[in-house]
C-alpha cells in the first residue's frame, strides 16, 4: 500500500455510464479533480467504461468525462450496493478502496445570444454559462468571446438552471475565487434547460456586459 508521509494513499475505480446507454465516443478520456477544481489524474477511457485511479490523497474528488466533439456532465454518482452519493464528489478515504459508478448526461443544446451594452453589441466579451452552485459544478460551465456583431454560442449545455454573463477584459480572471461570480451572477440572465431539450435556444434579450 503506497503511502505519503504516513498517510495510506486511497484508490477509487469509476465506471462511467450514459443515461441513454450510448456507446461513449472513441478517444473519451476519464479525469478527476480535486476541492480546488484542478485536474489531478485523467486516463484514456476503455470500452467498459472503467478506469481505476491509484495512489490518491484522502479528500474529496470530482469526476469529469472529456470527449471529442460531445459535452457530458455527471448526473448521479451511485456506490457498488447502488446508494446514490449526489452527483458532486466523491470522498476517498485514507487507504481505502472505493467503487462507483457515474451517470453520465450529454448536453444536447446550445444557447445562442448577443452581448450588448446600452443596447448596443459588444464584441470580443467573455461571456459564460454560470451554473447553480458554481464550486460544485466546474464541468456545467461554458465560455465564448462575442464576435464582431456580439453574437455568442454556449455549445454542449445539459439540462440544469444556468445563469448568463458578459464581462469585458476576463479572460484568464479566477471564477472560482470566493465571492467573484457572485456579483456578476446578480445582472446576468437566467435561462432553465429542460431534461427533454435538444437544438438551439435563443436568447430573447442581449446579455448585459458587465465592467470586470
Known sequence: MSEIKGEALGS??????????????????????????????????????????????RGKYGIVVLAPGNRYAVEEITTASGEAIG????????????EVTAQLVRGQVRIEGVAQKSGKPVAGVMVAQVPTSPEANADLFRQDQSDFDGTFTLPGVVPGTYTIVGVENAWGFEWMKAGVLARYVQHGQHVVIG????????????????AR
Open 12 to 57: 477509487l475505480k469509476v465506471t462511467v455510464k450514459t443515461t441513454d446507454e450510448e456507446q461513449l465516443p472513441e478517444g473519451y478520456r476519464v479525469g478527476l479533480r480535486d476541492a480546488r477544481q484542478r485536474l489531478v489524474a485523467l486516463q484514456s477511457g476503455q470500452a467498459s467504461g472503467e478506469a481505476t485511479f491509484e495512489g490518491l490523497k
Open 87 to 98: 452527483h458532486h464528489e466523491v470522498d476517498v478515504s485514507a487507504g481505502a478502496t472505493l
Open 195 to 210: 431534461d427533454k431539450m435538444k437544438g438551439t435556444v435563443r436568447l430573447p434579450e442581449g446579455v448585459e456586459v458587465q
